[in-house]
Nanobody, 119 residues
Framework: VQVVESGGGLVQTGGSLRLTCAAS????????MAWFRQAPGKQRELVAS????????SYADSAKGRFTISRDTAENTMYLQMNNLKPEDTAVYYC?????????????WGQGTQVTVSS
């Protein structure tokens, strides 16, 4: 399974970005997708997640009211719409995909996409 993120960039405080995570590869069933981020000198933290079968969403407190996670099951793709961005949102954003293959669960990570919010 290959996981590729895109959509990061440089934006001013209050601006918006939309991140995309696409999963592809051999036969698998996506179960769960999530966005994490890691700022310099800090641990990787969960930002938002979504259950693939029903679209149930969950957010970190820092993301509530500003970020929206969604998925396109036809394209096996997940999005993170980030609005009202703040300098503290600056980080590398990673996509995590949990899939099942022959009743076994596997986690896959993307390479990350940089988000920089200038003050």
């Amino acid at each position: 399974v290959q996981v590729v993120e895109s959509g990061g960039g440089l934006v001013q405080t209050g601006g918006s970005l939309r991140l995309t995570c696409a999963a592809s590869g051999s036969t698998f069933t996506t179960r769960f997708m999530a966005w994490f981020r890691q700022a310099p000198g800090k641990q990787r933290e969960l930002v938002a997640s979504i259950l693939y079968h029903n679209g149930a969403e969950s957010y970190a407190d820092s993301a509530k009211g500003r970020f929206t996670i969604s998925r396109d099951t036809a394209e096996n793709t997940m999005y993170l719409q980030m609005n009202n961005l703040k300098p503290e949102d600056t980080a590398v954003y990673y996509c995590k995909v949990m899939v099942s293959v022959d009743l076994q669960l596997y986690d896959y990570w993307g390479q990350g996409t940089q988000v920089t919010v200038s003050s």
